[in-house]
């Protein structure tokens, strides 16, 4: 269904149900969710929670090396599945893969970064139930996720088992032995609240989730014994409600998500739940008016307005709105991820496509502290770049970009893209001109740009070579940006962007000298 401001789906369809969890998806810039199902779902799915910076080095899978070749492939993790919420009606597990679906609507909001789900379900003891489930990652408070939870028996009173848990017992899909990537720290459930820390082998990140909850029958707060239930790595609570015909109860769950990325407490467990109580205090509603505000005021700088095409007009808020709850720019540790926080395709780690394709989108919407953090996240993996050139043999301070990275350390892995689209170097140059002519910022030449572009200017200056046949200089075995023609010698666009490069250095080192002279002899020391 085709709306200006929505994503709609009105028809339950389970061989679309894995697609339709990456369209739905929702993000604050450090955290995000794919649209699974709160209640289980045996039906195929891709359960998905990502958080930004949190990465796992997944050994690469090769039969065969080169010099320089990435021993890894950096991926974000699918961590801890936080929005669950069990449910069962008269002892039957609620499940739309084995229920009766009688209607469904799915809604994402991008106005108001708000994801909403309705269906109504016939489970194999003949009880109808209507539900809803609204939930939204907050925009404006950091590490935290709120869900409304309603469950409505229509055909005859129920019992209602209702078990909002956190499960961290989760694998990546694309994980290249099959392995899990988070090791076990503790845990903890109580009846009104459940705490699991999880860390990242290798990398060592130490995560923390806490939810705590509150029920509601018809609106009004319930009093209702939970009890406490332990898993391995899966925390949560079960509370058996007694439900008359078209009565609803409600569960309002609030969950805080803590890392070393998003808080700079030393306690993550204590930080986590100083989100998710101050949720509690808050309330559902007032927290999803305070999303949909935050929302708009970031439309307000940034909506494109198509008159005429209505599907046109819906795609390119949805592009807009993927961008916006990818990277907020608040931290320049973090980059944009090709699927955002949908999927685990790409890694969800930094390609070049940041400095191509998306930083003129921030520097026109998002002001200019937001562009520079993402020119500052390459500044600050300059010394990585350094190394990646260096394991190809380049010296005196050469620098090669990766083409992927979480770090700054090259981790593709496939040769045509790691040793060959060598022009993503060239990106990161014409993303400091670019914020440059449109900042109006040229001192930041002196303070970081300058360091970065005369790394990439010694790159190409030693990738090139002289051709005696032609009495001119080529460059040799490259692939170009359409990525298609592998191996090819003297790409027009390769070519074109590193003698644009070179240029453009040795004009800013001229205007570094003149203007900032201290500066300048700071740098070539």
């Keep these: 269904m085709v709306h200006p401001w929505k994503i709609i789906e009105d028809t339950f369809v389970p061989e679309r149900v894995k697609a339709s969890e990456s369209l739905f998806s929702i993000g604050n810039g450090r955290m995000g969710q794919r649209a699974n199902f709160e209640e289980a779902y045996s039906g195929e799915t891709l359960q998905g ?5 949190v990465y796992y080095p997944d050994k690469t899978r090769v039969g065969w090396w080169k010099n320089g070749y990435p021993e890894y ?3 974000v993790l699918n961590s801890a599945f936080w929005i669950g919420v069990d449910v069962k009606v008269n002892g039957e597990t609620l499940d739309l893969h084995t229920a009766k679906v009688i209607d469904f609507y799915h809604e994402l909001d991008m106005q108001h970064g708000v994801l909403t ?21 907050s925009i404006t408070r950091t590490g935290l996720g709120a869900i409304s939870y309603t469950v409505q028996p229509l055909n005859n009173d129920a019992d209602i088992e209702i078990t909002p848990f956190i499960n961290a017992d989760v694998k990546n899909e694309d994980a290249n032995y099959d392995e899990k990537f988070w090791d076990f720290v503790t845990q903890a459930a109580a009846h009104d609240h459940s705490t699991i820390v999880m860390r990242t082998k290798k990398t060592n990140f130490p995560v923390c989730w806490h939810s705590n909850w509150v029920l509601l029958l018809n609106g009004n707060p319930l009093e209702y014994p939970f009890v406490p ?17 078209n009565e609803k109860v409600t569960l309002y769950k609030y969950a805080g998500i803590t890392n070393l990325q998003n808080c700079n407490a030393v306690d993550l467990a204590t930080a986590a739940r100083e989100i998710a109580d101050s949720a509690k205090e808050t309330g559902f509603p007032r927290l999803k008016e305070e999303q949909a505000g935050a929302w708009q005021e970031k439309w307000r700088h940034c909506d494109v307005e198509i008159g005429g095409d209505e599907k ?18 608040e931290d320049p540790r973090l980059n944009v991820g090709p699927k955002g926080f949908t999927g685990e395709k790409y890694g969800g780690s930094t390609y070049w496509d940041t400095e191509a394709y998306c930083l003129p989108f921030y520097l026109s919407t998002a002001g200019d502290n937001v562009a520079r953090n993402l020119l500052l996240y390459r500044y600050s993996q300059l010394p990585q770049a350094i190394d990646n050139a260096k394991k190809l043999g380049f010296t005196n301070g050469a620098a090669l970009y990766p083409m992927v990275t979480m770090n700054g350390e090259e981790c593709h892995n496939e040769w045509e893209i790691t040793f060959e689209e060598i022009h993503r170097n060239g990106a990161i ?27 990439i200017a010694r790159f190409w200056a030693q990738r090139i070579t002289w051709s005696e046949e032609r009495n001119r200089y080529v460059m040799l ?13 003297n790409n027009w666009y390769t070519n074109y962007i590193a003698c644009w490069c070179l240029r453009y250095t040795k004009e800013s080192m001229e205007w570094v000298k003149c203007e900032h002279a201290s500066c300048y002899d700071e740098i070539m020391k």
Aim: proline share 1%; with cysteine; glycine share 10%.
């Design 429 to 455: 140059a014409y993303a400091i001109f670019n914020y440059i002519r449109y900042t109006g910022d040229r001192d930041y030449l002196s303070t970081h740009g300058l360091e970065v572009l005369i790394g």
């Design 49 to 53: 929670s990502y958080i930004g910076g």
């Design 117 to 137: 789900r309705r269906f109504t379900a016939e489970l194999s003891n003949k009880i109808k139930v209507a539900v809803e489930a609204v939930r939204f990652v």
């Design 73 to 75: 492939f950096a991926k």
């Design 312 to 329: 046109a007009q819906q795609g390119i808020r949805f592009c807009i709105f993927q961008l916006l709850q990818t990277y907020t720019g």
């Design 477 to 489: 075995g490259v692939t170009g940006p359409n990525e298609y023609e592998n191996n090819v010698n």
């Design 229 to 245: 239930v332990e898993k391995a790595a899966w925390v949560g609570a079960s509370a058996n409600v007694k439900v008359r015909k």
